[in-house]
């Protein structure tokens, strides 16, 4: 047998180094590289990658049917996964500790055991305190099964044994198998896990949900190596301070990854927010300099939040610009299209941009708000309470449309606001009543609307 190929892999960042070295090459970090096997694994030799021996077959024998998926029973975990877990897929759910993964999974195992078998694998709780847990949300307890394991040998055992349709594993970091030497929660160790519960979820058709927490510096352990070999990866995220959880997809083999889900985290476990379009909205009561109110669009759903910014004289000689919720760089290139197609220097400034309420976004649509946001800061002057600004900047000064102009402006009619600065060709033939809408097609032209009526 070939001997085992190895190489370091870096913690934070999963780049792979031929060479163990003290610093990651990738991302710079200190003493983050493991030592990790990527030679064939023994199994993986003589099984394919659907779970057969190799076979050639001709691509019009193969059945393009698509199989039912199983429904999670909560239409946020639903609309995230793009309509249900599909059979024999491996799902791997990220988040901070305490978010609400093992909350939310045992709900959703609980209520899937009533229709299928399923199982539910801890490694970090004793069965007791998994027990006391259900019993508190008042879950139905009678139909799932569970274990407090964490040899990955001994797992696929069981499932063997016990056939489920869905397998819950919490946490990937703490499982460990037997052909890799390194300590559970290693790099080596969390990589061979989730390729020998991938492959396992194809063998035995059967959907294994793996649980991940993520490091201080937002990665999953293990975190772009991991991404790869999964079919599916949802993050569950918990903004500081808030009881609402959203989760959105990462990477998904079998639909868009563009789909929010929204929880609120009660005191009987996590509720669905069907409707969250306006709950991460709430606007001061005394309006002030620095704050704009968007409509973003995510997935197949508007949602309002708030846009905040901080102008102020820069300390020294790199003025910082920070953004939060919002992409930096994008945030950078807009500051350069205002000084270069609207006159506006902020080269001596410190620029703090924050989206309220911990969501996070990288659509387009945000691009207007944030700058609006940056004047009214810079100038001090107050944006009127009722004013929604959406559309795309581009590099050469120019408000483009963005998809779903239509629907945004609606919505922003719907919860009270009455004056729009959009994308010109994203201005409705019909108004809703009452909502006047500014369409502009420049930087110049949208400021012009935002600062010039109320001098
Ligand atoms: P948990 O599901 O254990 O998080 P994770 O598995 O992601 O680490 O949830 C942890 C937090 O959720 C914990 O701080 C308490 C809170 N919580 C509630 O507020 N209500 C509840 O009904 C439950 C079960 C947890
Ligand atoms: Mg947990």
New binding site residues.
């Given amino acids: 047998m070939a001997k085992p190929k190895t190489a370091y892999v870096c913690g934070d960042c999963g780049a792979e180094h031929s060479k163990w070295q003290g610093q990651c090459g990738e991302c710079s970090e200190w003493n983050t590289l493991s030592r990790v096997n990527i030679g064939p694994i023994k199994e993986s030799r003589s099984v394919g990658y659907a779970g057969g021996l190799a076979e050639v077959r001709r691509l019009s024998d193969v059945s393009p049917e698509e199989r039912p998926r199983l429904a999670t029973t909560l239409s946020e975990f639903d609309r995230v996964l793009g309509g249900g877990f599909v059979p024999g897929s491996a799902v791997l759910i990220g988040?901070?500790?305490?978010?609400?993964?093992?909350?939310?999974l045992l709900q959703v195992a609980t209520q899937m055991a009533q229709r299928e078998p399923a199982l539910y694998v801890t490694g970090e709780e004793s069965l007791h305190q998994l027990a006391l847990?259900a019993r508190?949300?008042e879950l139905p307890m009678d139909a799932l099964d569970v274990a407090a394991e964490t040899r990955v040998e001994s797992i696929a055992d069981l499932i063997a044994q016990k056939s489920p349709k869905l397998v819950v594993i919490?946490s990937v970091q703490v499982m460990h198998t037997a052909s890799s030497d390194s300590v559970p929660g290693s790099v080596s160790q969390v990589r061979e896990t989730a390729a020998f519960f991938t492959r396992l979820a194809k063998q035995t058709d059967t959907v294994i949900v793996l649980?991940g927490?993520v490091t201080k510096e937002g990665n999953l352990a293990g975190p772009k190596v991991l991404e790869h070999m999964i079919d599916c990866s949802v993050m569950?995220d918990a903004p500081a301070g808030s009881r609402y959880r959203t989760l959105r997809g990462v990477k998904n083999r079998f639909g868009a990854v563009n789909e929010l889900g929204v929880f609120a985290?009660?005191?009987?476990?996590m509720r669905e927010v069907s409707n969250p379009s306006a709950i991460f909205l709430q606007r001061a009561e005394t309006p002030s300099p620095g704050s704009v109110a968007t409509v973003l669009w995510e997935g197949t759903r508007p949602l309002l939040v708030e846009l905040q910014a901080l102008v102020d004289a820069a300390q020294g000689g790199h003025p910082k610009r920070v953004a939060v919720g919002l992409d930096s760089q994008r945030l950078g290139m807009h500051l350069a299209v205002l000084h270069r197609h609207c006159g506006i220097a902020l080269s001596d400034q410190d620029v703090f941009a924050n989206l309220v309420g911990g969501v996070r976004t990288g659509e387009t649509g945000a691009d207007l708000a944030s700058l609006m946001a940056v004047l009214s800061s810079f100038r001090n002057r107050i944006l009127p309470q009722n004013l929604i600004v959406f559309g795309e900047i581009g590099l050469t000064g120019e408000i483009r449309p963005v998809p779903q102009g239509n629907e945004r402006i609606a919505e922003a009619a719907k919860h009270g606001f009455r004056v729009a600065i959009a994308p010109k060709a994203n201005v409705p033939k019909k108004l809703p009543v009452g909502m006047t809408v500014h369409g502009v097609t420049t930087l110049d032209g949208a400021l012009d609307a935002a600062f010039s009526s109320n001098d």
């Fill in positions: 988040g901070d500790p305490g978010a609400g993964k093992s909350t939310l847990r508190r949300l919490d649980v927490h569950l985290m009660s005191d009987r476990g």
